[in-house]
Structure formats: structure tokens, C-alpha cells
């Protein structure tokens, strides 16, 4: 099987809807490679982060995208070489990425690069845009959500159980204007497409998510 041909499940919604749980453990279940496009505009705002560079500067941003020294081991994530699955995983570099997920260049200097996690056996890709720009002939779309209120509090349990700081009324509000900043910029907007099954997991567990996703993929490639 060629990689171009490799089937991909593409798995979209906003963020803390437990997605990236739900496609990590659809990845491992199938044995696909696993794509977290999130981390990587999570790392280009880092990246103009330390290197002092505004995170509205479109060009010089840009810039950074396309030589973005990036390294994924397992759940370990680096940047230039240092370790930094933890440091992207703030409130703060949540917003930093949906800054420069706004501008054009970042994400078209990202597009090759998420494509080239496409390989045999299969991927599954976890973002906002993964059905309708990245992977628009995946095998399977997912829009999987959840209510703000249950994201929020997810998102809070998930902060503190890695000992960081975290306000619910704090993270509430982040979230909405993440979710508000990701459904209205004019590129690439976070919004499900037609054809994509919509998983609301307000009430659901991950592994019931993760059952349905992987009858989904079953059913889509059935041989007739
Ligand atoms: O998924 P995660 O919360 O890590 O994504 C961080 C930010 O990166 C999102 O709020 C969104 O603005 C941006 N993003 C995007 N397109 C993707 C994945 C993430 O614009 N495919």
C-alpha cells in the first residue's frame, strides 16, 4: 500500500472534548499512526515564544513553522531537541496556538508536514481541520464534541492531575474564546463537514467513543 493510500480516520471538534484521548486509543487499537496536529501549533507559538518573536507576525511566524524542529516519541514531544510535552500543554500556549492557527502561512507551512504522517498501516489525525483541509479523502470523519461546561471541567481535572494551576471559571471562559476564535477565522475553521459523523461524548466514556468510532471505521471499509 502506498502511504498516500494509507486509510486515515480524521477526527475534528473543539478543544477538551476528549478527542485526542479517544484517537490516541483508536490508533493503538487499529495499530495506525497517530497524528496530534494540535501540538504542532501548539509548538510554533512556543517556538515564537522563545524566540521573542510576536505571535501576530505573520511572516516572521511563518518562518518559524517551516523550519520547526519538531520530534515525536511515543507521548514525548521536543522542540529543538528539549522536552517539551508538558510546557505546550498550558492554558497559555492553548491560546498562543490558536493565535497563530489564525494566520494563512503557519497553516499552509504545516499542511506537508501533517501529510507526512500518513503511512501503512493507517493514521488517525486529531485536530480542527483534519476531514475537511488535511485529509479530505479519509476513510472515516469524526466531529466529536462535548458541552463547554464539560470540557471546562474536564480540562480543569486534567491541569490539576498534573499538578499545574488552574481556575474552572478561568478555563470555562478560555475555552469558549477558543472555540469562538477556531469557528470564526476565515482559514481552516473549526466546523463539521457533511459528511462527517458527529460523536457528542458530553455522556459518553472514552472507551464507548472509542468503540464507536472503530465500528465506524469497520463499517466504511467493509468490502461490499
Ligand atoms: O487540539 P489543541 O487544543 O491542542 O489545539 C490547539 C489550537 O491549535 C486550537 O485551539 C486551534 O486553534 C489550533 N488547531 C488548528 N487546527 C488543527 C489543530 C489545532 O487550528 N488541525
Not at 493510500?5 to 499512526?33: E, N, T, W, Y
Not at 523550519?67 to 522542540?79: G, K, S, T
Not at 475555552?175 to 459528511?195: N, Y
Not at 472507551?207 to 472503530?214: G, I, K, T
Request: with cysteine; net charge negative; glycine share 6%.
Amino acid at each position: 500500500m502506498s502511504a498516500s493510500a494509507a486509510p486515515v480516520i480524521a477526527i475534528d471538534g473543539p478543544s477538551a472534548s476528549g478527542k485526542g484521548a479517544v484517537a490516541q486509543r483508536v490508533a493503538r487499537r487499529l495499530h495506525f499512526h497517530y497524528l496530534d496536529s494540535g501540538a504542532l501549533y501548539r509548538l510554533v507559538g512556543l517556538a515564537a515564544r522563545l524566540a521573542q518573536v510576536n505571535i501576530d507576525d505573520e511572516r516572521r511566524v511563518t518562518t518559524l513553522a517551516a523550519a520547526l524542529d519538531a520530534h515525536f516519541d511515543d507521548e514525548d514531544i521536543y522542540l529543538d531537541r528539549q522536552l517539551v510535552t508538558d510546557a505546550i500543554r498550558s492554558e497559555e500556549a492553548g491560546a498562543d496556538a490558536s493565535a497563530v492557527a489564525t494566520l494563512p502561512g503557519v497553516r499552509q507551512a504545516l499542511l506537508l508536514r501533517q501529510r507526512a504522517f500518513r503511512a501503512a498501516p493507517g493514521l488517525v489525525a486529531d485536530g480542527r481541520d483534519m476531514g475537511s483541509v488535511v485529509f479530505p479523502d479519509a476513510a472515516v470523519k469524526i466531529y466529536l464534541t462535548a458541552d463547554a461546561e464539560e470540557r471546562a471541567t474536564r480540562r480543569y481535572k486534567q491541569l490539576i492531575g498534573k499538578g499545574m494551576n488552574a481556575s474552572m471559571a478561568a478555563i470555562f471562559q478560555d475555552i469558549q474564546a477558543r472555540d469562538d476564535r477556531d469557528s470564526r477565522r476565515a482559514i481552516a475553521p473549526l466546523e463539521k463537514c457533511s459528511d462527517a459523523m458527529f460523536l457528542d461524548t458530553t455522556n459518553l466514556s472514552i472507551d464507548d467513543a472509542v468503540e464507536q468510532v472503530v465500528a465506524r471505521y469497520a463499517t466504511a471499509t467493509q468490502a461490499p
